[in-house]
């Protein structure tokens, strides 16, 4: 018997040691078990929502439907308030949080009571189930049971209890195609979630699991004695206070379909394709400003249908964080016939004189002039290129700053001349002008004066470059870093989120760096403050409050683009006025029609605005110039004032606005130096003009003093002073169906006659300043000018008849 008892107790402890062995591997199957279905079947979480787009502040601004045509507003964590939480998991799953997505207690208990009825008659399923029913629907069998069982597993096992209760209330249905909490708020209440009473939250909790017969809007009082019910379960259970549920039971339901959300529509629209994976898109708009730009546009606009002028764009920057405040893009989104939801902001225009401030900029910083250097305001022919100034009339000899204070087109064309084109295109490329990248090999001096394209946002970009002391900074359309955390957890997971956030916030406008100097941004600055000046509106006087801004206006070829933009520390703002459509009106420019609406924007955005104005830079000083050429005084130089001068950079070339001449006592005729006799002459100074000068003051018989025709008797030819002509272009192919040429000149003035030369044959003398008309032979065709002195200038065409 000891033996027996031996081998019993061998035989129990055998047993034993078995029993433990499979209590340890069965879990660990399982769960391995587990892990290698997860691996190889498993969960994709990408549930697609709706873009909603809001303010800085949080508004919401506009939504739009998702790729499905649904409502699936995205509802964020922080949007879910203790008292919605409560409600909902009282209803639907009051362990939740205890449970690991099934709650066995329910499951045996409705399996039991199935089995007991022979039908089914409780489901059981937790939120973590009805979410994975609601991402894959499938009939509802005992085997669909199973496989949402499994998924709810594996839902627990990659996110968090509150993220699971998240994409629950983002899923549930409101019917139609209104699915999640915030969808049915904002589109039945007309309020975000976290804002909803516990009655207005216990009506969005009851209606998912009947949207059929619980039909918001329609069947409201029946659906107030539904919520009754609950709310009195919510007051057995202790829930809440008695008085708030009281207050819940008296609250009278006010829902009904709501229009969604539209405002802020072009930069909505804009964002939606820029970040079409984020839920939610922060831009970076402040409701006031905003709301007052559109006002004011759409007003402005609505006076000008008068004047056949039917569209405005308006952006606001601000200049501390660049943040665009308020974007405007047409006066009325829903205006099909006038173009409405076309975007005024990025379409591309023509600029007018508004890139004028920029080439002044540069050659300051080329040191190539100062604000008081003289240009000629003349008639001038820039290799076939003869530009006009807007109100046709010309100045004759004015400095830098009256020449951009004014717009002048002429002075401007010259100083793009001696800068060259090329170097202006350089800083547009490096401002990211994207028009002006493709357009540039065909660009010329034509540029200036708005032979280009442009946008208003890539305007209003530059010029608050001079808020910045010439620091060209990005443009923010989304709050910094927000728009990387509103990734949705299904996002993160499927990966298409976070590559998204982190995407650039706008390719086109994306460059940080030095434009221009402070020094020349300051000069810049000064000038386009003066209010003495053209493109001041007409009739705004003193009834008017000015705001103290520095501003630029522009005028297209044909008056279809009025352009203002202006800026001060704080802001920077640009307007555009037209149509969409590209039709001219004569009475649309700059000054009268755009600049208005740039002062009303200005005042209700920064009226008396306390903030300091720009201070000069350290590398400025002052130094006298002469008032006639704004260069450095000679001997000669009598009268003087104080000019800017950027050290170190700004030309100190002499000022040679007078020359000294030999002459005889009476001052009736000059000498060069080669007939200069050996007494009897004298010397005396004498205006030095520039030729096209000289032919401006003869064209319209200004006076002035004239240096005395050169002795007649000097054998020597000067080789200098030549005649330059103006018209026809050198190298030009011209067509002509029963058309005249002119021809044209401009010589010095102390010739009084020109001879015109075609293939080498006089054609005919005439005075220097009298165009001449002729019927040029086809082909190609040598035109000759010689003066009276002997100099002489060749210059080739082709003519070409027209069949």
């Known amino acids: 018997m000891p033996n027996a008892s031996k081998t019993t107790k061998q035989l129990l402890k055998s047993a034993l040691s078995m029993t433990k062995k499979r209590f340890f591997w069965l879990p660990a199957s399982l769960i391995l078990l587990f892990f290698l279905i997860d691996l190889t079947f498993p969960f994709r979480v990408n549930p697609r929502y709706s873009t909603l787009v809001t303010a800085a502040d949080g508004t919401v601004l506009h939504a739009f439907l998702n790729e499905e045509d649904k409502w699936r507003l995205y509802t964020e964590l922080d949007e879910i308030t203790p008292l919605l939480r409560q409600t909902i998991?009282?209803?639907?799953?009051?362990?939740?949080?205890?449970?690991?997505?099934?709650?066995?207690?329910?499951?045996?208990?409705?399996?039991?009571?199935?089995?007991?009825?022979?039908?089914?008659?409780?489901?059981?399923?937790?939120?973590?189930m009805q979410v994975v029913r609601l991402l894959e629907p499938r009939k509802r069998t005992y085997g669909s049971k199973i496989i949402e069982m499994l998924r709810a597993l594996q839902l627990e096992a990659h996110y968090s209890k509150d993220e699971i209760l998240q994409l629950y209330l983002n899923l549930i249905p409101y019917g139609s195609n209104v699915e999640g909490i915030k969808s049915a708020s904002m589109l039945y209440f007309g309020k975000l979630p976290q804002v909803l009473s516990l009655a207005e939250i216990t009506t969005l909790t009851i209606i998912p699991n009947r949207p059929s017969s619980l039909r918001l809007g329609r069947k409201n009082p029946y659906?107030?004695?539904?919520?009754?019910?609950?709310?009195?379960?919510?007051?057995?259970?202790?829930?809440?206070?008695?008085?708030?549920?009281?207050?819940?039971?008296?609250?009278?339901?006010?829902?009904?379909?709501?229009?969604?959300?539209?405002?802020?529509?072009?930069?909505?629209?804009?964002?939606?394709?820029?970040?079409?994976?984020?839920?939610?898109?922060?831009s970076s708009l402040v409701p006031a400003r905003q709301t007052q730009a559109e006002q004011l546009t759409r007003n402005y606009v609505n006076r000008l249908r008068s004047m056949n002028i039917h569209n405005a764009a308006v952006?606001?920057?601000?200049?501390?964080?660049?943040?665009?405040?308020?974007?405007?893009?047409?006066?009325?989104?829903?205006?099909?016939?006038?173009?409405?939801?076309?975007?005024?902001?990025?379409?591309?225009?023509s600029p007018g004189s508004t890139l004028k401030p920029l080439l002044y900029a540069v050659a300051?910083?080329?040191?190539?002039?100062?604000?008081?250097?003289?240009?000629?305001?003349?008639?001038?022919n820039f290799g076939g290129f003869e530009p006009e100034n807007f109100d046709r009339q010309f100045n004759g000899k004015v400095t830098v700053e009256f020449a951009l204070a004014n717009s002048l087109n002429i002075p401007a064309v010259k100083v793009l001349s001696d800068l060259t084109p090329g170097v202006l295109i350089e800083y547009l490329k490096k401002a990211?002008?994207?028009?002006?990248?493709?357009?540039?090999?065909?660009?010329?001096?034509?540029?200036?004066?708005?032979?280009?394209?442009?946008?208003?946002?890539?305007?209003?970009?530059?010029?608050?470059?001079?808020?910045?002391?010439?620091?060209?900074?990005?443009?923010?359309?989304?709050?910094?870093?927000?728009?990387?955390?509103?990734?949705?957890?299904?996002?993160?997971?499927?990966?298409?989120?976070?590559?998204?956030?982190?995407?650039?916030?706008?390719?086109?406008?994306?460059?940080?760096?030095?434009?221009?100097?402070?020094?020349?941004?300051?000069?810049?600055?000064?000038?386009?403050?003066?209010?003495?000046?053209?493109?001041?509106?007409?009739?705004?006087?003193?009834?008017?409050?000015?705001?103290?801004?520095?501003?630029?206006?522009?005028?297209?070829?044909?008056?279809?683009?009025?352009?203002?933009?202006g800026y001060n520390r704080r802001f920077t703002v640009g307007?555009?006025?037209?149509?969409?459509?590209?039709?001219?009106?004569?009475?649309?420019?700059?000054?009268?029609?755009?600049?208005?609406?740039?002062?009303?924007?200005?005042?209700?955005?920064?009226?008396?605005?306390?903030?300091?104005?720009?201070?000069?830079?350290?590398?400025?000083?002052?130094?006298?110039?002469?008032?006639?050429?704004?260069?450095?005084?000679?001997?000669?130089?009598?009268?003087?004032?104080?000019?800017?001068?950027?050290?170190?950079?700004?030309?100190?070339?002499?000022?040679?606005?007078?020359?000294?001449?030999?002459?005889?006592?009476?001052?009736q005729r000059s000498y060069c130096t080669e007939c200069l006799p050996d007494s009897g002459y004298v010397k005396k100074l004498y205006p030095n003009l520039a030729p096209e000068l000289?032919?401006?003051?003869?064209?319209?018989?200004?006076?002035?003093?004239?240096?005395?025709?050169?002795?007649?008797?000097?054998?020597?030819?000067?080789?200098?002073?030549?005649?330059?002509?103006?018209?026809?272009?050198?190298?030009s192919e011209y067509f002509l169906e029963g058309q005249q040429l002119q021809l044209a000149c401009q010589a010095a003035n102390d010739v009084k006659e020109v001879y015109w030369y075609l293939n080498d044959r006089l054609y005919q003398k005439t005075s220097p300043q009298t165009p001449l008309f002729v019927t040029p032979p086809l082909g190609n065709v040598k035109i000759s000018c010689s003066d009276d002195k002997g100099r002489n200038t060749d210059i080739r065409i082709k003519v070409i008849a027209v069949n």
């Open 89 to 128: 998991l009282q209803k639907e799953d009051r362990y939740f949080y205890y449970h690991f997505g099934i709650n066995p207690v329910s499951v045996g208990r409705a399996l039991a009571k199935n089995l007991t009825t022979g039908r089914r008659t409780s489901g059981a399923s937790t939120i973590t």
């Open 223 to 282: 659906i107030v004695q539904e919520r009754n019910k609950w709310l009195q379960r919510f007051a057995k259970a202790g829930l809440f206070e008695p008085q708030v549920i009281e207050d819940a039971l008296r609250e009278p339901l006010r829902a009904e379909r709501r229009e969604a959300p539209k405002l802020a529509p072009h930069l909505s629209i804009r964002l939606r394709k820029q970040y079409p994976q984020l839920p939610i898109v922060r």
């Open 315 to 349: 952006v606001v920057i601000n200049n501390e964080t660049m943040n665009v405040e308020a974007y405007v893009g047409s006066a009325d989104f829903t205006n099909p016939y006038d173009g409405g939801q076309v975007d005024g902001i990025r379409a591309v225009r």
């Open 364 to 380: 300051f910083d080329k040191g190539l002039m100062t604000p008081k250097t003289t240009l000629n305001d003349v008639p001038t």
């Open 432 to 565: 990211d002008f994207q028009t002006v990248k493709k357009q540039s090999a065909g660009l010329g001096l034509s540029m200036i004066l708005g032979g280009c394209g442009v946008t208003l946002e890539e305007l209003t970009r530059l010029f608050a470059a001079f808020a910045h002391e010439g620091q060209l900074k990005e443009l923010h359309y989304t709050v910094d870093d927000k728009v990387k955390t509103t990734s949705s957890p299904a996002l993160l997971l499927s990966g298409e989120g976070s590559k998204k956030a982190n995407a650039p916030k706008d390719k086109t406008i994306r460059a940080e760096e030095r434009l221009i100097s402070p020094e020349a941004t300051y000069l810049i600055n000064s000038i386009l403050t003066q209010v003495t000046r053209p493109d001041l509106p007409n009739n705004f006087d003193n009834t008017y409050h000015l705001p103290r801004i520095a501003w630029k206006t522009g005028t297209s070829y044909g008056k279809k683009d009025a352009w203002s933009i």
């Open 575 to 667: 307007v555009w006025v037209g149509n969409f459509s590209g039709v001219g009106v004569p009475e649309l420019n700059g000054a009268n029609i755009a600049t208005p609406l740039l002062f009303d924007v200005f005042n209700a955005l920064d009226y008396n605005s306390p903030t300091g104005w720009f201070k000069p830079a350290s590398d400025l000083n002052r130094r006298k110039v002469c008032a006639e050429s704004g260069d450095v005084p000679s001997e000669f130089c009598t009268h003087q004032l104080l000019d800017y001068a950027i050290m170190g950079v700004s030309h100190t070339r002499k000022c040679q606005h007078l020359k000294w001449v030999f002459t005889n006592p009476t001052g």
């Open 694 to 731: 000289i032919a401006y003051y003869e064209l319209n018989r200004f006076p002035y003093v004239k240096i005395p025709p050169h002795n007649p008797a000097c054998t020597r030819v000067l080789e200098v002073g030549a005649p330059i002509i103006t018209s026809p272009n050198d190298g």
